[in-house]
Structures are given as structure tokens and as C-alpha cells.
């Protein structure tokens, strides 16, 4: 069974950067689909991020121009350049590689 591995989630201040980085563990395929989404308390999970095989990106409004997804092919892996990170951005976030889940990584943005 395929096990999605998160990393880079944590505290930051209102501006700040993270990167989210995700792999699977202990095996590599080549998915079509990549992406992040996103849960704050009380809400429905949200789309934050797609990346395709061929690297077409699609982004959540409110994330446009401070996010940027990429992905490692070779390593099946998918990354989330967080910037200007704000206090709505508080979440937990989950990586999607087609069709598996990780288990979610915590960001909180506050001061």
C-alpha cells in the first residue's frame, strides 16, 4: 500500500514562508495528478493547488500569486512554495498524488 509522506508544515508569522515537500514512501509511479488541499477548523477541505504530468497548474484565487506548486517526477514527489503566508491560510494540508492521500501537515500563520 502506497503511504504518502508530508514534510514543512509549522508556526510562521503573517508574511512568511514554508514549503510543504511530499513523497511516497517505498515506491515511485508516475501519476497523472498532483496536488495540495487544504482544511481549516470548521470548514470543507479546499483545493489550494493542481500540478498535471506535462506541469499545467491550476491555483485557488486566493492563492494566486503567493503559492507555487511543482513536482520531481523521478522522485513522484510534490512541493508547495508557500509566500506571504496570511492568518486565513491556517490549515491543515494534505497532499494528493493520484489517487493516494497523505495524512495532512499542520501550517498556522500568526504572530
Known amino acids: 500500500q502506497v503511504q504518502l509522506v508530508e514534510s514543512g508544515g509549522g508556526l510562521v508569522q503573517p508574511g512568511g514562508s514554508l514549503r510543504l515537500s511530499c513523497a511516497p514512501s517505498?515506491?515511485?509511479?508516475?501519476?497523472?495528478?498532483m496536488g495540495w488541499y487544504r482544511q481549516a477548523p470548521g470548514k470543507q477541505r479546499e483545493l489550494v493547488a493542481t500540478i498535471t504530468l506535462h506541469g499545467r497548474t491550476n491555483y485557488a484565487d486566493s492563492v494566486k500569486g503567493r503559492f507555487t506548486i511543482s513536482r520531481d517526477n523521478a522522485k513522484s514527489a510534490v512541493y508547495l512554495q508557500m509566500n506571504s503566508l496570511k492568518p486565513e491560510d491556517t490549515a491543515v494540508y494534505y497532499c494528493?498524488?493520484?489517487?493516494?492521500w497523505g495524512q495532512g501537515t499542520q501550517v498556522t500563520v500568526s504572530s
Open positions: 517505498g515506491s515511485f509511479f508516475s501519476p497523472n495528478a
Open positions: 494528493w498524488i493520484e489517487p493516494h
